[in-house]
């Protein structure tokens, strides 16, 4: 079945406690990112890749990092999490689209509930 | 600078009555225009899009979209809503290509649809 994991569903930690949230798509995409999402404030962009080794910021990049090593991989680490970091985070892929493609899409994974006290 | 607006946090319909949801765009160049719904503890999942061709665009689950040039709008439609039509409903538009040669997704604050039985 074509899917994007990510792990874990939900997690509690602790100011400064440095943690990963992995992404995992299976579906041979070319295109990863990641969002997080806030109430009234939608679905922001974290960080995007167009494909392995090439990544680059999104709307609100502070705070986070990621890696794309592996196609099929695309975690994001948060080094010193802090408060403002609590939020639901999605991981999303595509194939990827150089013009008016009819296959375009995003497909999302089942998000991750981040809370940092 | 490119951006979605949902202007609307809530929309409440009764059931059988027809629905619409809104969503306006600004963006250099063509548009790319998306719709994605979010049912409750789920990620997001690609209803529609708007790439080239028929104004009119149909999706999944007889909701449709009309895109309209002039008014820089891509409202989401459907004739006869259904109570577990209720979600949560993102506009999103693929973002021109920056310098780098990459793209991004921005996506609205998104619109609580709720029918009523």
């Known amino acids: 079945e074509a899917q994007v994991t990510q792990n874990p569903r939900y997690l509690i930690t602790v100011t400064g406690k440095k943690l990963t949230v992995t992404c995992s798509q299976n579906?041979?995409?070319?295109?990863m990112s990641w969002y997080r999402q806030d109430p009234g404030l939608g679905l922001r962009q974290i960080y995007y890749s167009m494909n392995v080794e090439v990544t680059d910021k999104g709307d609100v990049p502070e705070g986070y990092k990621v890696s794309r090593k592996e196609k099929r991989n695309f975690p994001l680490i948060l080094e010193s999490p802090s408060p403002n970091q609590t939020s639901l985070y999605f991981c999303?892929?595509?194939?990827?689209?150089?013009?008016?493609?009819?296959?375009?899409?995003?497909?999302f994974g089942s998000g991750t509930q981040l809370s940092v006290l | 600078a490119q951006s979605v607006a949902q202007p609307e946090d809530q929309v409440n319909v009764a059931e059988g009555n027809p629905l619409t949801v809104k969503c306006t765009y600004s963006v250099s160049g063509n548009p790319y225009l998306f719709w994605y719904v979010q049912y409750p503890n789920r990620g997001l999942q690609f209803l529609l899009k708007y790439i080239t061709g028929d104004n009119l665009v149909k999706g999944s689950y007889g909701f449709e979209a009309e895109f309209n040039k002039s008014q820089t709008s891509f409202h989401l439609k459907k004739p006869s809503a259904l109570v577990s039509d209720s979600a949560l409903y993102f506009c999103a538009v693929r973002a021109g290509f920056t310098t780098s040669g990459t793209y991004k997704y921005i996506f609205g604050t998104g619109t609580r649809l709720k029918v009523l039985a």
């Open positions: 999303a892929s595509s194939l990827l689209t150089t013009g008016r493609s009819t296959n375009e899409k995003l497909f």
């Open positions: 579906m041979n995409h070319e295109y």
